[in-house]
């Protein structure tokens, strides 16, 4: 329905007050779309029609009369005068009612005082800049007007569409990921105006799928924490049904990016902590540089921080533990190659100056040790290893009080005399066990006393020599007593022990020689069992129970040879073929080593032939028992092989002929008694 169009009382002030209003005119309307400047009919403008009037047809002509003198005192003069002036008139205030009025200017209206429809047309022109600011100085442009004004229902209209646009905004911003500032434009949209229900029913939506997704994105952080590459991927493809731009792509693509770097410093750091648990300052190295190239955006970036700072701390240790052996060169070795991102520097230029005073402190003279000292002692408070410094300090102090004992205690040993390698001993003595010198002092304690007891056993040592030289077991027997008066622990104990055994052993041979000479008397006479019982009365533990036990062996074989010899003999004198074989058999067993093994084979192959011949006789009547005789025969016999090829003779002819197959002739090609063409027979010619 069309609306008659109001024009409002103001405006005509505000024409009156505008000299070149048809100029502001135009502007307005170049300016403002009309298609935008609201729903309401009463604000819709219509372009004035120009009025234009058609030139009068010209009238035929009329004849020529004659040309009169025009005067200005004439009638036609005022007439055309009168006429002139009245159309003038005329189409001015026709003009003038046609003409529309100008647009209002909104920025310079006092809205106290303004109508709502001029507030309506500026609220609407706010509104479509279609920003945050704008709509919200639309909301607030009408909503001032009263709950009961006429126009409430479109104003209503018009809030409800700008807080959709307000919140459409919002929603842009939460794609974008950025829920507080889309959650600050949704809050400033009135909360009096009807529509702010929609508002908090958006927020609440917006929060909850905020909170999923970060539940979502939360979950799988945990994931990767713990190394579950495969969990955090599917904690990560939840994020894709989110219906949230931000969190469906750009979260996600986070999210995998972290899994694929995680997975590959995790295989990174896996080397790097079983090169670091070696130990060896060059893997310890190695696995510093592996956890250096972990990036900062990693989830495995603390633990590879974590790694530098307890290789760092290792690597220290050994540095200490350096220190403590007074290895200044290892010392500086680990102190160069420490890295910077150990963080560690003053612990770096600490143990290089340490090494250095330990160099310096390294030939032992009191002045070195001082000049180690004065270092040292240039290490402040502040310092990290200062602690260190002063334990080093404190030894140096107490091992220049050791070098004064040790030079006294080698100026009275010096001498060689008993009594002052006593007097030597006593002195380094008095360096107790936690200085420095203490493993010196006790060496050279343990060289004094190997001394004092050399110079006191030796005498027992030299008349157990002399007494050995005569010969004979009862001189040795007197050596052997003499040596046995060195105590164990004592410096020559070790060789006089060795005297002992030597004079021992020849006094066992001396004694047992004669025993073993019998034996062999004893077999060589062919008395086997008597040279055993001869040679069996050397015991275990002396110097030729050894070497008796070696012939008893031999000779123990040599009988039981015979034995089984004779047996064999025995078992063949019948004569039949299983004494035969039995004799055999029992020859076989005679050890190798027997001196009667060749007699044995020489037996058993003359009894293979003998079984065999046997074996012959018997074919004449049996090829059977033949065969079985023959088998009797053992492999590795002269005969065996004779007997095998007879084996293979009797046998085929004890085998039975193969039956004759006669195949019939077919029954489709008539009987012929003509050989096949390629069977002819060969022509004679």
């Not at 003998?610 to 065969?627: G, H, K, V, W, Y």
Request: charged content about 25%; hydrophobic content about 40%; some cysteine.
């Amino acid at each position: 329905m069309s609306r008659k169009r109001e024009v409002p009382d103001h405006w005509h002030a505000t024409w009156s007050a505008q000299p070149s209003w048809s100029q502001d005119l135009q502007h307005q309307r170049s300016a403002v779309n009309p298609h935008q400047v609201g729903h309401s009919a009463s604000y819709r403008q219509t372009t004035p029609q120009k009025v234009a009037t058609k030139p009068a047809p010209p009238s035929p002509k009329q004849p020529k009369e004659p040309r009169r003198r025009f005067t200005f005192g004439g009638w036609a003069f005022w007439v055309a005068v009168i006429i002139l002036v009245s159309g003038g008139i005329g189409f001015s205030a026709v003009a003038l009612l046609l003409k529309l009025p100008a647009l209002p200017n909104c920025p310079s209206i006092f809205w106290p005082t303004a109508s709502a429809s001029v507030r309506l047309y500026c609220a609407q022109l706010a509104a479509n800049k279609r920003t945050t600011k704008d709509l919200l100085e639309a909301i607030a442009l009408i909503d001032a007007l009263p709950k009961d004004h006429p126009l409430r229902p479109e104003i209503n209209r018009h809030i409800e569409e700008w807080s959709v646009e307000i919140l459409a905004i919002g929603e842009e911003k939460f794609q974008a990921g950025q829920l507080e500032e889309a959650i600050e434009i949704a809050n400033r949209i009135p909360r009096d105006v009807p529509a702010f229900k929609l508002v908090k029913e958006q927020i609440e939506a917006w929060q909850s799928l905020w909170q999923k997704a970060s539940g979502i994105y939360a979950q799988a952080e945990e994931q990767l924490r713990q190394s579950n590459w495969t969990l955090a991927f599917r904690e990560a493809v939840k994020l894709t049904t989110i219906d949230n731009q931000y969190w469906a792509a750009v979260k996600y693509n986070q999210l995998v990016d972290l899994i694929q770097i995680g997975r590959d410093d995790s295989q990174k750091l896996d080397e790097a902590y079983r090169l670091s648990k070696t130990g060896r300052i060059d893997d310890i190295l190695k696995a510093i540089e592996a956890a250096e190239k972990i990036t900062p955006k990693s989830f495995a970036y603390k633990e590879a921080q974590d790694l530098i700072a307890e290789c760092g701390n290792k690597l220290l240790k050994l540095a200490t533990s350096r220190l403590e052996q007074r290895n200044w060169q290892g010392v500086l070795e680990i102190a160069n190659k420490l890295p910077a991102s150990v963080k560690l520097p003053d612990v770096k230029a600490d143990l290089i100056d340490l090494a250095n005073a330990l160099s310096s402190a390294e030939s032992g003279s009191v002045g070195d040790l001082e000049i180690a000292i004065a270092s040292v002692q240039k290490l402040g408070t502040d310092r990290p290893l200062y602690d260190k410094g002063q334990e080093l300090i404190d030894r140096w102090q107490r091992e220049i009080e050791d070098v004064a004992r040790l030079e006294r205690a080698r100026a009275f040993a010096s001498s060689g005399l008993i009594s002052d390698l006593q007097i030597a001993i006593a002195e380094a003595q008095l360096i107790p066990n936690r200085n420095p010198r203490y493993q010196e002092a006790r060496a050279e304690i343990s060289q004094w006393t190997r001394r004092i007891q050399t110079i006191e056993d030796q005498p027992y040592l030299d008349r157990a020599t002399q007494l050995a030289s005569f010969g004979g077991a009862e001189s040795l027997q007197e050596a052997i007593q003499e040596a046995r008066r060195i105590a164990p622990n004592r410096a020559l104990y070790s060789e006089a022990q060795s005297k002992i055994n030597d004079w021992t052993r020849t006094v066992q041979r001396l004694q047992d020689q004669p025993y073993l000479d019998n034996a062999r008397t004893l077999a060589n006479s062919g008395n086997l069992p008597a040279a055993i019982a001869a040679a069996e009365q050397i015991k275990s533990g002396r110097v030729l129970y050894g070497e008796a036990q070696s012939l008893i062996k031999g000779w123990k074989t040599e009988v039981l040879g015979q034995q089984r010899l004779q047996q064999a003999y025995q078992a063949a004198t019948p004569g039949t073929p299983e004494a035969v074989a039995e004799a055999i058999r029992l020859a076989r067993q005679v050890p190798s080593s027997a001196k009667v093994r060749g007699d044995a084979v020489s037996a058993v192959n003359r009894w293979s032939y003998q079984l065999l011949a046997l074996a012959q006789d018997r074919a004449a009547f049996s090829l059977t028992e033949a065969i079985r005789l023959a088998k009797m025969i053992p492999s590795g016999t002269e005969a065996y092989n004779a007997a095998q090829v007879q084996i293979q003779g009797w046998q085929k002819i004890l085998e039975p002929p193969p039956p004759l197959v006669v195949v019939p002739p077919s029954t489709d090609a008539p009987l012929s008694l003509e050989p096949p063409e390629h069977e002819l027979p060969l022509d004679d010619n």
